[in-house]
């Protein structure tokens, strides 16, 4: 089971964000925001530490576009890559 940013790098998966606020703000409706990106998963690591859940991670983005905190990530799983880190997890 692959649950933090660090066992994600090791894993060499890609994150990708998408901004999922649709075309409703309240009860107004809006041009639909289509931001989307893929995250650098070593920045994140930076910031958020490789121990951060990646079930928490939609949570703490904002989409930079229309400001909504609604975003929606999904994982790009390639296979068979394995990272090798110059200093082991303690
Ligand atoms: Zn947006």
């Known amino acids: 089971m ?5 066992e994600a790098y090791d ?6 964000a998408r901004c999922a606020q649709g075309k409703l ?3 107004k409706s809006i041009p639909e925001c289509l931001e989307r990106d ?9 910031t958020r530490g ?9 949570s703490r983005l904002k ?5 909504s905190r609604r975003v929606a990530v999904w994982f ?9 880190r110059m200093v082991a997890r303690p």
């Open 11 to 16: 894993a060499g998966w890609r994150i990708h």
């Open 76 to 84: 790009e799983r390639t296979a068979n890559v394995r990272r090798a």
């Open 50 to 58: 490789e121990m951060f859940p990646l079930e928490r991670l939609e």
């Open 63 to 67: 989409c930079p576009c229309c400001w």
């Open 2 to 6: 692959i649950e933090t940013l660090g």
């Open 25 to 27: 703000k309240g009860m």
């Open 38 to 46: 893929e995250l650098d998963l070593k920045t994140l690591m930076w």
